[in-house]
């Protein structure tokens, strides 16, 4: 738990951040009680423009801008929850984006990687990172769907972009046990996929319909 608990910007909106927990996620089946002091406490309207700041804790993804979104509060703390983080895990993902997933895992694990091919978006997220003390993790500028092999491998993956298939890089890259979660359909309409390795299987559940923005790369489109 990196994340400065008593500065300005964690203050900011923590009415209107906790009543997104209990209209928002509560009622919809968010019940990890650390998923849910994440979400209450990472100030999400840090992560995008200054001008969409008092929609970020609606009920809609908004953009960040190179025609990427960031989540909606509901989606992320529902993948965060399937992930079933316990504070010490190597977590990678895949799609930094506004950073704000990012820092919702560097919460609840020991140690986050997370990789972005748009280089103006990871700078962004970076600087976010530095701003609020978030230190437990690590991002660069690549093609996720290949994976991170140097830190691997990893006991939760997170994929925040949709592919037509799971890449295969990330599926070895996964620790036996280990769980992903991805969404995988056509372009504009998918299905959330839980996939989870255990000795030696790899067992993929559906979880439900979502919309996402395209995974781009070897792996992806
Ligand atoms: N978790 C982010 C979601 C951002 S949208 C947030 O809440 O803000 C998904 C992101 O995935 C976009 O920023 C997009 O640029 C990125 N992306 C798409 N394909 C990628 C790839 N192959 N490797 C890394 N990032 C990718």
């Known amino acids: 738990m990196t994340i400065l608990f008593s500065s300005p910007a964690t203050r900011a909106y923590e009415k209107v951040r906790a009543r997104m927990v209990s209209e ?18 990472v100030p999400r309207h840090c992560f995008v423009d ?32 399937l992930l079933g983080l316990t504070g010490k895990e190597t977590v990678l993902e895949i799609g930094t984006g506004s950073g704000y997933q990012t820092a919702i895992l560097a919460a609840l694990a020991e140690r986050v990687y997370t990789v972005e091919r748009i280089k103006a978006l990871h700078a962004r997220a970076r600087r976010v990172f530095d701003k609020l003390h978030i230190f437990n993790l690590l991002c660069k500028i690549d093609d996720g769907t290949l994976g991170w092999p140097e830190h691997g491998p990893y006991d939760a993956i997170i994929v925040t972009a949709a592919g037509p298939s799971v890449p295969e890089p990330l ?36 979880v439900e319909d979502v919309k996402f923005v395209s995974l781009i790369g070897d792996h992806g489109w």
């Open 24 to 41: 928002q996620l509560q009622p919809r089946g968010v019940t990890d009680p650390a998923v849910l002091a994440a979400m209450n406490r």
């Open 171 to 206: 599926v070895a890259q996964l620790a036996d046990p280990g769980v992903m979660v991805i969404p995988v359909g056509e372009r504009g309409n998918q299905k959330l996929v839980m996939i989870r390795k255990q000795d030696g299987e790899v067992m993929e559940e559906i």
């Open 50 to 81: 200054d001008a969409l700041q008092s929609q970020a804790y609606g009920d809609f993804s908004l953009p960040i801008g190179e025609g990427q979104t960031i989540s909606q509060p509901y989606v992320v703390a529902l993948m965060t929850q």
